[in-house]
């Protein structure tokens, strides 16, 4: 199912994959996107935007902690995709991932899937 590798960025706690899946952007942040590490989330996503990929996938199976500086990250990100016509899709979330979004309300402003496939198809 990749159809390449568009880039990637890794740190001792966050590795970033990014691939083209037909007129989408696949972005797999694995590990902990904290304070420390938002910037290797950041930096992929607005390149994803400056390529024109206006339809982010977060493909959220491996991201095992999100605090609010990366929960901003994604914020920022959609606000720019929308603008751009596209939108941020959350795949996949894992429950400790997921409640950060189910408390802070954030899951109300993203479009949430429960599997990658599903985001890719709608």
Known sequence: MDRGT?????????????????TSAVVTPAGELDHHTADLL??????CLEKGYARLVIDC????????TGLNVLLGARLKAEAAGGGVHLA????VVARV???????AVFTVHDTL???LSG
């Open 92 to 95: 996949a979330m894992q429950p």
């Open 101 to 107: 979004f189910e408390i802070t309300g954030a899951e």
């Open 61 to 68: 199976s491996r991201l095992e902690f999100c605090d609010s």
């Open 6 to 22: 568009v880039g990637s960025a890794q740190s001792g706690r966050l590795l970033v994959e990014v691939r083209e899946e037909g």
């Open 42 to 47: 950041r930096e992929p996503l607005e390149e």
């Open 117 to 119: 496939e599903a985001a």
